[in-house]
């Protein structure tokens, strides 16, 4: 090293992204822009969460930071140098565990270690070290379909900390497990960081949850949606452990949900636009009819009396924070609701509902759909229009692919598929994939 004055300290961030922009080309009609002006830096030290709804972009930014996907435009920075292809030292944990079914657990974890030429006796130290850190010890030899899921996102954990990674990326490594085994793991994982035991530097992990994200994380961004931009950047400022009741968790748990929930407020926007573009190609999520009323029935009784602070609501129904958006999404698709600045209102119509009988709401709700889901009115026509009256999902599944992942896509005709038959607009033979107006009273 030369002998010159030090530099005042000048950190390089571990990892920085800037101006980054993606789409996805489609044959049939326009690209899609899925994130539009990025900018995200991540230092040494801290655990960030990227917290936004599903399809607002997340996992495509994590496959951008891992090298997987090289953005449409941007730069990304790893250790101050661009990356261009899978970076070294950065580790991804999947939702789905991804593990080989014919590799045993030790195996699975060594696995991590083989591409990066680790002598064998090494590997193995290491690999036994990461299954004795992260509460895997005596299942060295088990194969995952012995396993339970939360063990086997474990198995998922210790091949990525295997290899000592700078960055460990999470997507979404959670919410696939029951609430219990979840919440044992999140708490696992950060007494281990608090301890320093984890071999990374830190950690970048996406959640749809806003819980887990206050619980976990030093620093959340909050992702908007359609295209995916850092609408809102928070701090975590609570000492680990955390709990969940202290009042504060709860005004920060409040303020984020006011934040997803905030309107882009267009000034010329009449009193109940809807936030949600419904376009053939709104992505739906699977959010089944039974709730959907049972949301409706407890927002409009006492004591809510048609108005609800959404994590209240979450509270008062058991409901996981990440599984109440989706539902109060739906309902404002519907115009059964509203949804703005983290709170649920009921329209007229949904009280309509509420108050109706079982015909008069099956009624309703397939007016709703008729009006509103352009998806299911055109299914809805194209029966009508049929001499058979009959019509094969597969087109419109490849209509939707057109607009959206296949995994959102067959979500989405699920979602069309429950919707409408609850409403009696359509049945549906899911052995022929197909839709008909058979046994319907077809009444205009
Ligand atoms: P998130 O992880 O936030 O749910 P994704 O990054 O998976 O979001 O997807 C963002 C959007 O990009 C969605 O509309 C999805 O359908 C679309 N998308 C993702 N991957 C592809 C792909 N390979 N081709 C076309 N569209 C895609
Ligand atoms: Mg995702």
Request: one cysteine or more; charged letters at 25%; hydrophobic letters at 45%.
């Amino acid at each position: 090293m030369s002998a010159t004055a030090p530099l005042p300290e000048v950190k390089t961030p571990l990892l920085e992204v800037a101006n980054c922009r993606q789409s996805y080309h489609k044959e049939s009609s326009a690209d899609l822009l899925v994130l539009d002006d990025v900018n995200l830096v991540l230092q040494s030290g801290e655990i960030v969460g990227l917290l936004g709804r599903s399809g607002s972009g997340k996992s495509t930014l994590l496959r951008i930071v891992s090298g997987l996907l090289l953005p449409t435009a941007g730069d990304v920075r790893w250790r101050g140098k661009p990356v261009t292809g899978p970076a070294d030292g950065v580790a991804m944990v999947f939702q789905s565990f991804a593990l080989f079914p014919w590799l045993t657990v030790e195996e699975n974890v060594e696995l991590g270690l083989e591409a990066l030429g680790v002598p064998k006796a090494e590997r193995e130290s290491r690999t036994e070290a990461a299954i004795d850190l992260i509460g895997l010890g005596g299942y060295e030899s088990a194969y995952p379909k012995e396993l339970s899921g939360g063990m086997r996102q474990r198995v998922g954990l210790a091949r990525a900390l295997v290899v000592h990674p700078d960055l460990l990326l999470m997507d979404e490594p959670f919410s696939a497990l029951d609430v219990l085994t979840a919440e044992t793991l999140r708490t696992d994982l950060i007494d281990l960081w608090s301890e320093g035991k984890l071999p990374v530097k830190s950690v970048l992990m996406v959640t749809h949850n806003i819980e887990e994200a206050v619980l976990m994380c030093d620093r959340i961004l909050v992702f908007s949606s359609n295209p995916g931009r850092v609408a809102h950047e928070l701090q975590v400022p609570f000492p680990h452990p955390r709990n969940r009741q202290d009042a504060a968790f709860r005004e920060l748990v409040d303020d984020i949900y006011s934040v997803m929930t905030r309107r882009t407020a267009k000034p010329a926007a009449p009193a109940h636009a809807p936030t949600v573009e419904a376009g053939f190609a709104t992505a739906l999520h699977p959010v089944s009819t039974n709730l959907l009323a049972g949301l409706l029935e407890a927002l409009t009784a006492s004591p809510y009396e048609g108005h609800a602070d959404l994590p209240a609501l979450a509270q008062s129904l058991q409901l996981e924070a990440d599984e109440l958006l989706p539902m109060g999404e739906a309902l404002q698709l519907l115009r059964f609701a509203d949804l703005a600045e983290g709170d649920l209102h009921v329209t007229a119509h949904g009280r309509a509902f509420v108050d109706a009988d079982t015909d008069d709401r099956k009624k309703l709700f397939g007016a709703s759909l008729r009006t509103h889901v352009p998806l299911v009115a055109s299914i809805r026509r194209t029966l009508d229009e049929r001499w058979n009256h009959r019509a094969s999902a597969v087109r419109f599944r490849e209509e939707l692919e057109d607009h959206m992942s296949p995994a959102y896509a067959a979500d989405t005709l699920r979602t069309a598929v429950s919707w409408g038959r609850y409403a009696e607009l359509y049945a549906y033979d899911e052995e022929a994939a197909e839709f008909s107006l058979e046994d319907l009273e077809v009444a205009a």
